[in-house]
């Protein structure tokens, strides 16, 4: 099991130029992924996006690339245009021959033309860059993976406690069921009193109405399909890195459906206590599934 949350970092070096990858995810509903990289890296971004996509199922991913070029790269990527500064020096004596101002000039005064220094994107090759995006994606993807293993374990964890709960509480709604129909007849048997009417415990009528009530509260089903539930809740937790959250839900989903419905049909107190522990018990499996890969 895997969280959606995790962050990882990887970098790769080549030709004294290197480049630190950086991936970041949180919960998301469906699989999203954005990359921010420097331009040198455009074309081979797709190969990246593949490579995530292998170890991501859902969850917002943000990708971001700093990228250092080596002393030669960035050497290469300064342009001086010359003919523009011959063309601003002959401007400028022409202006200074025609007004009679002084005609001194310096390179510092070139500095200030717009365009007469810039800085280009680096020439990196293609397959250098492809080298490098790959490497560092593949080392900061072992990372991402290995922190949100670790996060899934505490949830793995955490959930199987609570599902134990659950268990525990459906164990002993299900011992109370017959129990429920024996203080209803009891209960049905002191009313009668009370009114001074005689009537045996093998009496058709109280028979008849005891069955009654046992048709409209049986929780027999509920309890079958909540035990089953979970049996399927426990299975999914053990099923290692493949993605379950999507799973849990519907689950989760069906769990409180059935809880829901026998909750409506008995009104015995300590088995309605335990629907409601139930049912925030639930909520806080609810809460943790949300951040299942």
Same mark, same amino acid.
């Given at each position: 099991?895997?969280?959606?949350? *995790?962050?990882?970092? *990887?970098? %790769?070096?080549?030709?004294?130029?290197?480049?630190?990858? /950086?991936?970041?995810?949180?919960?998301?509903?469906?699989? #999203?992924?954005?990359?921010? !990289?420097?331009? /040198?890296?455009?074309?081979?971004?797709? &190969?990246?996006?593949?490579?995530?996509?292998?170890? +991501?199922?859902?969850?917002?991913?943000?990708?971001?690339?700093?990228?250092?070029?080596?002393?030669?790269?960035?050497?290469?990527?300064?342009?001086?245009?010359? &003919?523009?500064?011959? @063309?601003?020096?002959?401007?400028?004596? %022409?202006?200074?021959?025609?007004?009679?101002?002084?005609?001194?000039?310096?390179?510092? #005064?070139?500095?200030?033309?717009? *365009?007469?220094?810039?800085?280009?994107?680096?020439?990196?090759?293609?397959?250098?860059? $492809?080298?490098?995006?790959?490497?560092?994606?593949?080392?900061?993807? !072992?990372?991402?993976?290995?922190?949100?293993?670790? &996060? *899934?374990?505490?949830?793995?964890?955490?959930?199987?406690?609570?599902?134990?709960?659950?268990?525990? !509480?459906?164990?002993?709604?299900?011992?109370?069921?017959?129990?429920?129909?024996? $203080?209803?007849?009891?209960?049905?048997?002191?009313?009668?009193?009370?009114?001074?009417? &005689?009537?045996?415990?093998?009496?058709? $009528?109280? @028979?008849? /109405?005891?069955?009654?009530?046992?048709?409209?509260?049986?929780?027999?089903?509920?309890?079958?399909?909540?035990?089953?539930?979970?049996?399927?809740?426990?299975?999914?937790?053990?099923?290692?890195?493949?993605? +379950?959250?999507?799973?849990?839900?519907?689950?989760?989903?069906?769990?409180?459906?059935?809880?829901?419905?026998?909750?409506?049909?008995?009104?015995?107190?300590?088995? @309605?206590?335990?629907?409601?522990?139930?049912?925030?018990? !639930?909520?806080?499996?609810? /809460?943790?599934?949300?951040?299942?890969?």
């Amino acid at each position: 099991m895997k969280s959606m949350t *995790g962050y990882g970092s *990887g970098t %790769a070096t080549c030709d004294g130029s290197s480049l630190t990858l /950086e991936i970041k995810s949180v919960n998301g509903k469906q699989r #999203d992924i954005r990359c921010n !990289l420097p331009t /040198e890296f455009a074309a081979a971004e797709a &190969e990246l996006l593949v490579l995530i996509h292998e170890h +991501v199922a859902r969850g917002s991913v943000l990708v971001s690339a700093t990228f250092t070029p080596s002393p030669e790269l960035r050497k290469s990527g300064l342009r001086v245009d010359a &003919e523009l500064a011959e @063309a601003v020096v002959a401007k400028l004596r %022409a202006v200074a021959a025609r007004t009679g101002i002084d005609t001194t000039l310096s390179v510092a #005064d070139l500095l200030n033309v717009p *365009g007469f220094i810039s800085v280009r994107d680096t020439c990196l090759d293609a397959d250098t860059a $492809r080298h490098l995006l790959l490497a560092a994606g593949q080392e900061a993807l !072992l990372a991402f993976d290995e922190g949100r293993r670790a &996060e *899934g374990g505490d949830l793995r964890a955490d959930l199987n406690g609570h599902c134990a709960h659950l268990e525990t !509480l459906l164990a002993s709604m299900r011992d109370r069921q017959d129990d429920v129909l024996r $203080r209803y007849r009891d209960r049905l048997l002191d009313r009668v009193r009370l009114l001074e009417v &005689e009537v045996t415990l093998d009496d058709e $009528r109280l @028979a008849k /109405e005891v069955a009654f009530a046992a048709q409209r509260s049986d929780i027999a089903e509920e309890l079958s399909r909540l035990d089953s539930h979970l049996k399927t809740f426990r299975q999914l937790l053990g099923t290692g890195d493949e993605p +379950v959250g999507r799973q849990l839900q519907f689950v989760c989903q069906e769990i409180h459906r059935e809880i829901n419905t026998l909750g409506s049909k008995t009104s015995e107190t300590d088995t @309605a206590k335990e629907g409601i522990q139930f049912k925030t018990t !639930l909520e806080k499996i609810r /809460e943790q599934i949300a951040n299942v890969e």
